[in-house]
Each structure stands twice: as C-alpha cells, then as structure tokens.
C-alpha cells in the first residue's frame, strides 16, 4: 500500500513536472555520451524525422579547414549514433547538428557556457582530466561573494575557493588570485577551468600548498558573470568597452585589499601568486609590473601581449622600469607557458626576448596546441603545485 | 595601431574559440527572448532545413491534455518567430521544437536543469519576479560547502547563504534550513527556486530579516548534485532509494550541529525555522515532529504528506505524541500552503483535518495553480518575512 501510494506520486509528480517543460518518459533510455570499458566513447541521438544528424566536437579531428565534424549512424528506434575512438584524457565539449541545426544534446544535463555559446561537456578519465574530475577527496568552500569597489563604485562579485581544512584552521594560507581571459568572468575558471577539483586534487595528493584561490572578474564595466548583474538575462559579448584599458589593473588593489581584510591570509610577497590566461595574463603581468613588490608569484598562461587600449595610462608606462623593479625587489617564480600554434606566440616570443635582454628570470613551458582552455587546465595543474614552497 | 592589434586579436580569438565549439558570427544577430515594451516576449530561431517550429512553454495555455504549444512562423532569413501575450511577472521555461525535435533555443545562454531535463528560462518583471531578479541591492554570499556526515559516513554537499553584512558584523543570525522536493539537490532552491535573489530583495527592503539560509540534500544516497560527487557526470533520475526512507530525518541533527558550530548563528528556537516544499515539505514535517523543541517556525510548501517507505523508522512512529510535543513546547509559526489543483491536495486536506482535531494551530494559504516551482517561489516570498519577527 505504502509502496503504491509512493509510485503514485512519483507518477503523479512526473506529470505535473511534465507541464513544467520537463521531459520524462522521453529518450528516458538514451544514454549519451556512453563511456564505454575500451576507453571509446558513444553519442546518442533520438531524431526520427532529420535526415543527417552531425556531431561536431573539440575531440574529432578536423578533415579540412573547417570544425570538425562527424557523421552520426541511424540505427533502430530512429536513434542515430556516433562512437569515438579511444580518447585521451580530457574535458571535451561538443554539439550535435541535426539537419544544419546545431544542437545541445538533450539526454546529456551537463553544459558549459562560453561567451554566448552554450556546449555539451563530458570528461574522459585514467589520464590528466583526473584532476579534473569530483574525487572522494576532501573539497574546498566554493563561495560566490560580492566586494566594494570604491575606485569604480560599484559592488563586483567575486569567486574565492577555500582549501579543504580552512574554516577549522587558525592558520593564514597563501592566495592565488586566479584571471580569466576577455570570453570570461568570476565564472569561467570554475567551469571552464576546473580550478576548484584541480586544486582540491592536487591538494589532497599533497602536490599543491593548501592555498585560497580568487577569481576575479576582469570585464570593469561588469560587475558579475552574465545573469548575475541587475543587466538581467541579456545576451552576453566577447567586446566589452574595458579590454585593456587599465581600470582592471588600476582597481586591483581593491580586490588584495579585501581578500587580506576578509580571509586568514599570509601578507607577505611570499605568500601572493597572480596568474591568468591570455587577458588575464595580461593583466598579470601588467598586475605584477605595477606592484613590483606585492607577489612572489606570476603565472602568464597564453598571455595577450599585446598594446593596451589606453596606453597614455600610467598603468602601461614605464614597463621597462617596473620590470627593472621587479626583478630587483626579487620574486619566486615567474613563469610564462604558451601553445606552440597559439596565435600570440610570437608576441610572447618577443616578451620573452624582452625579458632575456633584462636578464630577468622566468620560467617557460611550451606546449602543444594554441589558445584553448586544454592548455588552461593543464596549466594551472602546472602551476599550482610550484607555488607557496 | 593599438585598435588594429587588438581587433585582430579578438578576430583570432574568435577562430580560435569557434574550434572550441564557440558560435560566434552564427546567430549573433538574433535575440532571443527579446523583452518587448507592452510586456510581450518574442522568441526566434534560425533553421533554414526545417519544415516546422513550435515553441513549448509554460507561459502558453494548452489547448487540450499536452503540454501547450504553439507554432512559430517563418519571416525573414529562415528565422522562426513567435511573441507571447502580455505575460504576467514570473519565471518562465521554454523550449522549441523543430519537426518533432526538442531543443535548447541557441541564442538564450540562461537554462535551468531539472532533475534530466535543461530549459531556457527568462524573466518577466513588473511583479512578484522582480523578487526573482538580481537587483542594485546588497548581495548575500552564496557558498557551497561540504560537511562530515558521522551518520553516513560521507562527506556531503550543502548550500549556503549568509546576508550582506554578515561577515563584517559580530552579531549572531537566525537560519532558515531550507528543502527541496524529490527531484532536487543542494542547488535546486537556487537554481529554480531563486533563493538567494529573493532572500537579498527581501532583506534590502527590509521585508524579511537578514537570515543564513542552509539548502541541504535531502537525497541521503547521495553526497552532492549530480556532476558534483564522484559518482561524476552522470544521468540524473529523480527516484533515488532514499525517499521518505528516514534517513534525511534522522541524521538533520548534524546539518544542524555543523551550521551552529561553523556560522555565527543564534541557538534558540526562534533563531531556527525549517521548510521544504514537496518531499521537502514531509521531510520538514517529520524532522520539526522529531525535534519537538528544535523549530520556532515551520513551513510546509506543498508538502508530500505520504507514508514513508520505511514505516517502521523510529522517526515515523508516534506522529501524534510528538506534534503533541511540538504543540505544549509551543512555536511562532507553523505554515502550510499548497496550490488548489496540486494533487496532493486531498493529503494537505487530511493533514490540516487532524491538526484541527489536535487544537494544533498552524496558518494556512491556498493558492492558484498546482505542483510547481512558479509556487514554492512564492511561497518563499511569502514565508521569509514572517521568520524571526
């Protein structure tokens, strides 16, 4: 009776979810994507009336100059399918394009956004994306927290990562603040970036320092990710007017500020590490330049190199005698990783070459492929485990 | 000079990220949902192969058994096209379906997930959802959090929000412990229940008090939210082996001793109140039953007033003693809402009939409509303002 009553419910429930736009009863058997044991993975697609169902994934690899693409097979039922080769080790993403419409796929719930575009993820194993994947590890406190920005009076929102152990500790922990790239925002290194598992691994491997991490948002005429400001649910762009126009690095203080009022943090240089990817590794390197004394740290993932927007801003004066500083006041590590086919290569080239004739030392990691958040992921891994020792 | 640079920055950028399944320059003119100025919404899709569009939403009126539909109409470019009536302030979900397909509407990066299913969500303001959106207003911190559960055995994922002002003051706060419903997680309150926006609106108008408000798993078979446990990316289903099986029940008292040991909270009854809707409503039921003296507020939001599948738990014997408990230790509040159409109705109905035997007061609201998270939002917007006065 109990156990009937209970299944009503359920049914009950479902139809009444039903009206609410969910979908049960529909493609319920459909597991896509299916891992499978041999390390191949399988895609699933239930589209009885399309006549050529695509899938198109950053996992394929590519047969002309265009994205690649694959055909998917119709089998039984009007479910087309599509199985993979053995995959390394990886967050892959990918759409399906059904008749020329590209598609999220509906029997998969876990979805990135990037900029304007919304993809489908999945993560093969047994390799580096371990580290990216929720372990039975102890985790960190992921808050999403706002700060005062007096310089650009507006209230910003923050992403700041607490180690595992924090909250019971009197301890003060060193502080990675950790910059997105100009698709990005407070969000992008938690989802697109993995930061929180990479370091919660990492950590519990005994590979990294205990360590805070905070995420930043580097667009100045935001305050928060899209969806997270009173703009509301607007359609988001990669241009915004604040690129490179110094307000990010002019306000940063702020943003230390806050961190060493509101958390037990160490406040010496040897406790500070700034990193980002491409703008934000521009910023960080702009960061560090103007406070040439504030971090033992700088990490320049794929960094944007490139002439700031604003260059009659003190901010971008002067590079050669803050690096002079810099160098002189001494640091642990600054390092400066970059694909080999990534488009600002040359550019970090010539800073490197810049850098060289300064005689100031850094660190280099060059690795396969370009200006992918692959790289970004697998930087980071990097990275971490060097700071804070 | 700078202004080509960085143009042909962003171009390569650009390509680059389109590799990484990113879509600009396809659809970036459109907008969709685009919010009109008599109220009405507009919906578009670009799909040059199809023979037919619809739009599925619950902002539609079904015109017989089915979920509500309405066609699209081709204009211009292949683009599909449909506006809405005036729509009446809420969230709403929607979806398009391309002969017979159902999909996310590519140009709205705003989705929603529910237990298997991912909707486009958008928000129609000028009433009860300006309660829902993201105002100019002091925000609270959000945080996710994991806690030891001695009694599982696991470590488990929870949510939590502390009102603005909370870190910068000394003084304790009241909590709310709020539950979600069978086919939720840590995160449904805020995700589909908009928590931490009503709970900022509320108290920056200073409606409600400011109050932490802790959004726990009520599905003890599991640690956290699919995607964020390491059972890893998984399917979701909404019927685990844990409901109504006196688990979530019997082991709140750690949630409880967690919140009190690691937030500056009031110990007192009336520093506590608990409310679930759905399942979440029977687990509020029988936990405040179960610790008679615990909760100075309760709420039960459309409760799943059920037998428990484990009826012979300790913490399901003996209802009427404990709410005689409950009813002489005396409480502030005791509410119970439910919408007239839900079918759960008739179980809401037999529950009041025996606290009205028992001379057991509570309060009491009916609303409009059914099962749904347009009412448990409202719920809340009308349960927190009368926590803690």
Redesign the interface.
């Known amino acids: 009776?109990?156990?009937i009553?209970?299944i009503v419910?359920?049914l009950?429930?479902?139809?009444?979810?039903?009206?609410?736009?969910?979908?049960?009863g529909?493609q319920?058997e459909i597991?896509s994507p299916q891992t499978n044991t041999d390390g191949t993975f399988t895609f699933r697609l239930k589209?009885?009336?399309?006549?050529k169902v695509e899938i198109?994934?950053?996992f394929l690899i590519?047969k002309g100059t265009g994205?690649a693409v694959e055909q998917m097979k119709l089998g039984a039922d009007s479910i087309w399918a599509f199985t993979s080769q053995v995959l390394p080790s990886e967050l892959y993403?990918?759409?399906f394009i059904?008749?020329?419409?590209?598609?999220?796929d509906?029997?998969?719930?876990?979805?990135i956004?990037?900029?304007?575009?919304?993809?489908n993820?999945?993560?093969a194993g047994a390799g580096k994306a371990d580290l990216y994947?929720?372990?039975?590890v102890?985790?960190g406190?992921?808050?999403?927290?706002?700060y005062e920005s007096a310089g650009l009076k507006v209230?910003r929102?923050l992403t700041v990562y607490t180690p595992?152990g924090y909250?019971s500790s009197k301890a003060n922990y060193p502080v990675l603040y950790l910059l997105h790239?100009?698709?990005g925002d407070e969000e992008a290194w938690m989802q697109l970036g993995r930061a929180s598992q990479i370091l919660d691994n990492l950590i519990a491997s005994g590979k990294a320092k205990p360590m805070i991490v905070v995420m930043t948002n580097g667009h100045t005429s935001n305050t928060?990710a899209?969806?997270?400001?009173?703009k509301?649910?607007y359609?988001?762009i990669?241009?915004t007017p604040d690129?490179?126009n110094g307000d990010m690095e002019t306000y940063f203080k702020e943003i230390i500020a806050f961190t060493e009022k509101?958390y037990r943090v160490g406040r010496n240089k040897a406790d500070r590490a700034i990193a980002g990817l491409?703008m934000g590794g521009f910023h960080s390197l702009w960061i560090s330049a103007n406070y040439p004394n504030t971090f033992g740290y700088v990490g320049l993932f794929s960094p944007?190199v490139?002439?700031?927007?604003n260059?009659a801003s003190p901010i971008y004066k002067d590079l050669d005698l803050k690096l002079e500083a810099q160098k002189k006041n001494g640091f642990k590590l600054y390092w400066i990783a970059i694909g080999k086919t990534d488009?600002?290569y040359k550019n970090v080239s010539d800073y490197r070459k810049k850098l060289d004739a300064m005689n100031f030392k850094y660190e280099y990691r060059e690795s396969e492929g370009?200006?992918?958040?692959s790289n970004w992921r697998d930087y980071l891994s990097a990275f971490a485990p060097m700071l804070f020792k």
């Open positions: 009776m109990n156990k009553l209970i419910f359920f009950s429930a479902q139809l009444v979810y039903a009206q609410e736009n969910l979908n049960f529909r319920k597991i589209a009885p009336n399309a006549k198109q994934g950053d590519a994205p993403s990918y759409s059904v008749d020329g419409l590209k598609i999220r509906p029997n998969n719930v876990y979805l956004r990037d900029v304007s575009s919304v993809v993820v999945f993560l994947m929720v372990n039975d102890p985790h406190t992921v808050a999403k927290r706002w209230n929102r595992p909250e790239g100009v698709g928060a899209p969806g997270e400001s009173s509301g649910l359609k988001p990669m241009m690129v490179f509101n491409s944007a490139l002439p700031p927007s260059a488009f600002l370009g200006h992918t958040w």
